[in-house]
């Protein structure tokens, strides 16, 4: 991202809190989010089912945003991006244990339309703050680690570290850490 657009993105994306009213824009991210990944050749990563209607998809939206701490980016007043905090990873995941206070990133999406923007970074950046603030010294979260790990290397980039690998039936996953001063 050049100087232009993070001015650009910190000029217009506004971070607030998340609330039960924002699931039919966080559906309406994720459902955009399958078709641009089936539209690249990636079916395995979320399936070809909208999100929205996949087993469970609207029920753990709305669980998202009413048991966990979530954010919503807006850009000129229009939802464009969701974070979702939580103290630790999805118990249904074989993620082994911080052993220490954690923050963790349960859900990171943004709008397609506005990819490249920074929208995501920008939302990693607050993460980085609500743990700063927390008092805590890690912040994880987790991703699709198939394909040609371009995910993985997304969350490198914003600095962000591979620990471990895990494998949930058969997609495989990378859980990443990242140490806050």
């Known amino acids: ?3 232009t657009t993070a001015n650009d993105t910190t000029r217009h994306v506004r971070i607030r ?16 989010a399958v078709v641009w ?3 690249r050749g990636n079916t395995e990563q979320w399936g070809t089912t909208a999100y929205s209607r996949q ?6 939206v709305e669980r998202y945003l009413t048991e966990n701490t979530p954010y919503i980016a807006e850009w000129d007043g229009a939802p464009v991006g969701a974070l979702v ?3 630790g990873p999805s118990a249904q995941l074989p993620i082994p244990p911080a052993g220490e206070p954690e923050l963790y990133v349960r ?8 990819a490249g923007l920074g929208i995501g970074a920008a939302l990693l950046a607050h993460a980085e703050e609500e743990t700063r603030r927390a008092g805590v010294a890690l912040l994880r979260l987790d991703c699709w680690a198939g ?17 471990d690998r895990f494998l949930s039936e058969r997609w495989p996953g990378q859980v990443l850490a990242k140490r806050i001063a």
Do not use: K, Q
Request: charged share 25%; no cysteine.
């Open 1 to 3: 991202m050049n100087d």
């Open 17 to 32: 809190p998340g609330t039960l009213a924002d699931a039919p824009a966080v559906l309406g991210m994720l459902d955009a």
């Open 37 to 39: 990944m089936n539209a």
């Open 55 to 60: 087993p469970g998809g609207a029920d753990r």
């Open 85 to 87: 905090l939580d103290s």
């Open 107 to 114: 859900l990171l999406i943004s709008d397609r339309r506005r």
């Open 147 to 163: 394909g040609g790990g371009e995910l993985v290397a997304y969350y490198e980039r914003n600095g962000f570290t591979p620990t």
